[in-house]
């Protein structure tokens, strides 16, 4: 059964760090482009970055992009998102998924499972 597992969610405080990891089972990571999702309460799920499955291409959120580094360990079957310069706009509930190969962040589409997610919260 394919499925991720997202951990590494946490509080932390503003100008904190933080590192994401999405561990993927039932199935070979290297074979698709991930993405990074998040959802605040009363929110829209936001695309917050992408990176391809065979040449490393990425793409970030304008609201990450210089914050976040996403990155794919294929031999360990994991997908990471570091984030540093956390906000208290980041606060949210962190995803990651399959999606289909893209260009534009804005129209980056999941498919398949998702996991329960993590929870990202930065607090004073």
């Known amino acids: 059964q394919a499925q991720f597992v997202e951990s590494g969610g946490a509080l932390v405080q503003p100008g904190g760090s933080l590192r994401l990891s999405c561990a993927a089972s039932?199935?070979?990571?290297?074979?698709?482009?991930i993405g990074w999702f998040r959802q605040a309460p009363g929110k829209e799920r936001e695309g917050v970055s992408y990176?391809?499955?065979?040449?490393?291409?990425?793409r970030y959120a304008d609201s990450v992009k210089g914050r976040f580094t996403i990155s794919r360990d294929n031999t360990k079957n994991t997908a990471y998102l570091q984030m540093e310069s956390l906000k208290p706009s980041d606060t949210a509930v962190y995803h990651c998924?399959?999606?289909?190969?893209?260009?534009?962040?804005?129209?980056?589409?999941?498919?398949?499972?998702w996991g329960q997610g993590t929870q990202v919260t930065v607090s004073s």
């Open positions: 998924a399959k999606v289909f190969p893209t260009n534009d962040i804005r129209s980056m589409s999941p498919f398949g499972s």
């Open positions: 990176i391809s499955a065979s040449d490393m291409r990425t």
């Open positions: 039932g199935f070979s990571l290297e074979y698709y482009a």
